[in-house]
């Protein structure tokens, strides 16, 4: 059960991503804006982290990891889980979720700025975008049932490129009819 949520998980953020990358968005550098996720920089190959790493998900172009020993925390929120993820084994973007739905959403403003970026998306959730030069940044709460957050951060200018990887594949899936 586990598992496919976070495979269905995966599936939604390719759409989302896909959805970001193909339309005209806004893009401006916000406050403290990431190369990266702690000491991973965006692009950095998995052989540098590899002996740290244990696979927890993957589809056919991402494949993600959890560190061993990694520090499930940012600022008082504690972390359910925190993944690494690559793309054609370069760091591309990481998933993680909390259920210190005010503590995440509070250390997220904090370091990254508060500027509307927020909308309310109804049924009791809410989700903060920050788009920036180098980083895009989604953080989707929600309280009903169990309160949760999930953020991803991605490197914008790696997710042209999987997304050029599955319009290539498109393109030859459709050959086949």
């Known amino acids: 059960m586990k598992l496919n949520y976070l495979i269905a998980s995966i599936v939604i953020l390719s759409l989302q991503l896909g959805m970001n990358v ?16 702690r000491d991973i920089k965006w692009g950095s190959p998995f052989s540098s ?7 927890t998900r993957s589809d056919k172009y991402v494949k993600c990891y959890s560190r061993k020993e990694d520090k499930l925390a940012i600022g008082n929120a504690r972390l359910a889980y925190i993944d690494y993820c690559y793309w054609r084994d370069q760091f591309y973007m990481v998933i993680l979720e909390s259920r210190d739905v005010r503590e995440l959403m509070g250390a997220f403003q904090e370091k990254f700025g508060d500027d509307n970026n927020c909308i309310d998306t109804g049924r009791f959730s809410s989700e903060c975008n920050w788009n920036g030069d180098i980083t895009d940044i989604r953080l989707t ?21 999987v997304e050029e990887d599955k319009r290539k594949a498109a393109e030859g899936a459709a050959k086949d009819f």
């Open 49 to 55: 982290h590899a002996k740290k790493m244990m696979p």
């Open 22 to 37: 193909s339309a005209e968005m806004v893009r401006t550098t916000f406050k403290n804006e990431p190369d990266g996720f």
């Open 141 to 161: 709460c929600s309280s009903l049932g169990k309160e949760n957050c999930k953020a991803v951060l991605w490197s914008h200018a790696m997710a042209y490129k």
